[in-house]
């Protein structure tokens, strides 16, 4: 995936499954701070991570994340 | 201690809250539809039900929202119609005003959300373990998911309390909220439960034979209580929720009293988990009199459970006749609403005071020959305008659950 496609993607997923308005899902919007999530958001963003991108996210990985870029280099990491 | 009905909501296959409840009582109508897609279930031989027709429910946060499967969704709504009926909304710790302890919850379910039970094992198995699971998901299983959510949503900090006995738990919700604020330690119980439909519920049903088979194809004419032709009972879904109050509370907050619940009671048969119990009957309908200090020459409507099953309605009407004899005007709301479970106690609670405040009462829907196991009590097979005073309504579950509620009129 180009990053570009990552970024849709995720961004995606963040909007219909968090109810996150797309403009907000900018690469410096902090996860919990900015967009309001938390720990119980964050184990469902990792599940819609595996199934909607089929990569296989580590847990401990997920928990160092803390901006909507974080997450897209994290994908991408996985992606390959 | 005489408590208060403040406020009520309902959600249910009739329709959005509790003036098209009613109104769809009235009009004789009914939420049972066919369900084909039912078909594909090995041995499921009831393809029927009732649900609640389409909601928005984008009042309540996500945050909130993520948690709740459809039954806590039913419940939020009703109990957002209920404490907004009751003047509760905002400023009395609900909704972003400050909460007091002096408030409980009382709402149950027959369990957790089956739907969400369903997705989560069909994958654990699939998976073999819990890879994969959602971090809310549990947040919709566990037993007190709808009271929990409730609370969570709209801000209560009292206690929360799940009773759960299938078929009669807001009824039994409802009547140990009677009892909480007799203790005195409490100025308001917010009471009922809810359920949503799946085809599980109807095989629990259908699996004992108990659940209608035979008016697949004719689900107008599915659900009739006390009727010769009656074949089991179909299921359904809702949310039915009442304010209690003290009397103390209600006058000291100006808000007006739509009944009184006069009493009630909770028993259990101790005998056998599916098969009614005509003794446990009669203690439980005395019980809920003497609790309400009435006799039964006092009642003026008597609201059956009748589930339109085979062997339940028999005993129910036999034990009617025991306390009643032929005086009290009998109907079960069943062939209207099918059966809500954990919903119908409150939605069948809501609807006597509605009747009570209406003057009229709502006849037994599809009950056109009366099945001779079941006469001898005055069957109201037509919608009459009358006035009364008094209401019973009972409900009865597996395990052995037995519970009698008495609603009086104001005035």
Known sequence: MTRGEIVAKVNALMHEGFEIPMEKLKPEATLFDELKLDSLDAVDMLVHLEEKLQIKVDAERLQAVRTMEDVYTLVADLAG | MKVHITGMGAMSSLGLGVGEFFEGLKAGRTGITARPEWKQYVGLHSHLGASVPAYDITQIPRSARRTMSRMSELAVVA?????????????????????????????????GSPDTLETYFRKLIERGGPEGQMGTTFFKVMNHSVAANVAAALGFVGPVIAPSSACSTSAQAIIHGWELLQTGLYDIVIAGGADELHYTSAAVFDVVLAASRGFNDRPDEASRPFDSRRDGLVV???????????????????????????????????????????????????????????QAEDIGYFNAHATATVQGDREEAQAVRRIFGDRVPVSSLKGHLGHSLAACGALEAIACVKMLEESVLIPTRNLQEIDPECAGIQHLQALEKRSFRHAISTNFAFGGMNTSLVVSGIN
């Open chain 2, 79 to 111: 109990t957002l119609e209920a404490v907004r009926g009751a003047d509760l909304l905002p400023g009395h710790g609900i909704g972003g005003g400050k909460s007091t302890p002096r408030i409980a919850i009382c709402l149950g379910s027959t369990s």
């Open chain 2, 236 to 294: 359904s879904e809702g949310a039915g929720v009442v304010v209690l109050e003290t009397e103390a509370s209600a006058r000291a907050r100006g808000v007006r009293s739509h009944a009184e619940l006069a009493g009630g009671a909770v028993i259990c048969d101790a005998n056998h988990m599916s098969q009614p119990n005509g003794e446990a009957m009669d203690t439980v309908m005395r019980l809920s009199l003497e609790r309400a200090r009435l």
